[in-house]
C-alpha cells in the first residue's frame, strides 16, 4: 500500500509581520521544529510566503537538508507564496497564472503549481494552488478562477499524469 506523509503550512506572512514582530528570529525556530518534525514527512506545501527573504531562508534551509523544492514564479515581490518541498527528486513542473484576480490580490500573481515527483517506489503528482482571498464580493472572481484551474489541469497536466499514478491537489482554498 502506498503512503505519503504530506503536511502544509500557511506562513501567511510579509514583511510588515517580519519587521514588527521580530519574525527573523522566531522564524529560525520555525526552521529548527520543522527539521525536528520531518522524519516521517515526504512532502511539505507551504502558501502565503510572500516576503522574499522568508522566501530565500526557507528555500535554503530545506535544499541545505537534502530537500527538493520548488517555488511558484521568480523572485519578486509579485509571486503567489507557493513553495513545495519533496523528500523524493522532483521530475517535471508546471506553473499557471489566473487572469481573474481583483484588488489586493491581483499583486499577488495567483496560480496553480504542478509538481511530478520520483519517489523511490512510484512516482505521484501534486498541485499547490492559490485561489483569490476575500470574501463574499469577491466569490465570483474565485469560481472564475475554478473554471481557469479546471482548464488548466485538462488541457496541460493530464498530458504529465501517466495511469495510476496518485495525485494531490494542496490547499484547494475554495
Known amino acids: 500500500?502506498?503512503?505519503?506523509?504530506?503536511?502544509h503550512y500557511n506562513l501567511n506572512i510579509g514583511s510588515n509581520f517580519l519587521y514588527n514582530f521580530n519574525f527573523n528570529k522566531n522564524f529560525d525556530k520555525f526552521l529548527e521544529e520543522l527539521f525536528n518534525n520531518l522524519v516521517y514527512v515526504d512532502l511539505i506545501l507551504f502558501n502565503n510566503a510572500f516576503d522574499l527573504n522568508i522566501i530565500s531562508k526557507?528555500?535554503?534551509f530545506l535544499e541545505k537538508n537534502n530537500w527538493h523544492v520548488s517555488k511558484m514564479g521568480n523572485n519578486s515581490i509579485i509571486n503567489n507564496g507557493i513553495i513545495i518541498a519533496s523528500k523524493w527528486s522532483i521530475i517535471s513542473r508546471l506553473e499557471e497564472y489566473y487572469t481573474n484576480c481583483d484588488i489586493y490580490d491581483c499583486l499577488s500573481s495567483k496560480g496553480p503549481l504542478y509538481l511530478r515527483i520520483k519517489h523511490p517506489l512510484f512516482i505521484f503528482n501534486i498541485i499547490g494552488?492559490?485561489?483569490?482571498?476575500?470574501n463574499n464580493v469577491i466569490n465570483d472572481i474565485r469560481k472564475l478562477q475554478i473554471n481557469e484551474?479546471?482548464?488548466w489541469i485538462n488541457k496541460k497536466v493530464r498530458k504529465c499524469v501517466k495511469k495510476c499514478e496518485l495525485f494531490q491537489i494542496g490547499r484547494a482554498h475554495v
Do not use: A, C, R, Y
Not at 129 to 134: C, K, V
Open 1 to 7: 500500500m502506498v503512503h505519503l506523509n504530506i503536511i
Open 58 to 60: 526557507l528555500t535554503q
Open 149 to 151: 484551474l479546471n482548464n
Open 129 to 134: 494552488n492559490s485561489f483569490q482571498d476575500g
